[in-house]
């Protein structure tokens, strides 16, 4: 199969109901086209949503980072391109995206880590004893970078308590990743995004959130760089982290 083969494509106009107060389409809907192109994709190598099932898998999204140059506006045209990488660490599939404007500018780039697990058991598939393997172009870039653990302590302060509510369950039956990041995104005030731009966002999904929990986020600077923010998101109602992320802001010019 051909490189050209192994992308996947497809426009998008940026919806104004997925925009912010200044126009430019927020980080959730972001997370959440990116995450339907990687879905429209992977059925077409036939291991979407019902082929997995078939399986008695499904995907589960592990880390995500996205670099963002310059935030799309409402009903801008832009284009999604996404492409499997490679496997790491003989566990996770990586996963490439570039968004681009009408003139082939990027204007975000991200990679993400995905495994596969069993409906079952929960637990999760070794890529060795599936019955599929991917296409891969483990040289070509979107966004440059290995996703490691974010290895956070607990601390901060305690910004948004959030409940997992019937409008942020996905079919899977737990919180969709896309949610993870509107909650992050509603813990830090409005002030910050008028006076600063985010730079990028890594999340990692450390345990999956089912309908009922109860999350609770907290924020700390961090000491060496005033424009670097941690995220832990903790499950209180199984005592553990949720998730983690690090947002990076810029200075609005």
């Not at 499997?84 to 780039?109: G, H, M, S, W």
């Not at 910050?192 to 999904?205: A, K, R």
């Not at 999350?215 to 832990?232: G, K, M, Q, R, Y």
Request: glycine share 4%.
């Amino acid at each position: 199969m051909h490189g050209d083969e192994i992308i996947y494509e497809q426009r998008e106009r940026v919806n104004s109901f997925e925009c912010d107060f200044q126009r430019r389409w927020k980080p959730s809907a972001i997370f959440q086209h990116l995450t339907e192109a990687a879905t429209i994709h992977a059925d077409q190598f036939g291991v979407g949503f019902d082929g997995m099932l078939s399986r008695n898998l499904f995907w589960v999204h592990s880390r995500m980072k996205i670099k963002f140059f310059t935030f799309p506006r409402a009903e801008e045209e832009i284009t999604i391109r996404t492409w499997p990488k490679t496997i790491q660490q003989k566990l996770f599939y990586i996963r490439d995206f570039e968004i681009l404007d009408n003139n082939e500018k990027q204007l975000a780039v991200a990679t993400s880590a995905w495994l596969v697990m069993d409906a079952t058991s929960r637990r999760m598939v070794s890529p060795h004893s599936l019955d599929f393997t991917l296409p891969s172009l483990p040289d070509r870039f979107g966004l440059d970078e290995s996703l490691e653990k974010l290895r956070f302590e607990k601390g901060g302060e305690e910004r948004l308590r959030v409940h997992a509510g019937y409008s942020v369950v996905d079919m899977l039956g737990h919180v969709n990743n896309s949610r993870y990041v509107e909650w992050v995104c509603d813990a830090f005030p409005l002030d910050m995004y008028q006076h600063h731009t985010l730079d990028w966002i890594q999340i990692n999904y450390d345990h999956e959130i089912r309908p009922g929990e109860e999350v609770a986020l907290f924020l700390e600077n961090t000491p060496s760089d005033n424009h670097t923010w941690t995220v832990i998101g903790e499950n209180l109602s199984r005592d553990g982290h949720a998730f983690e992320s690090e947002f990076h802001w810029r200075d609005d010019e």
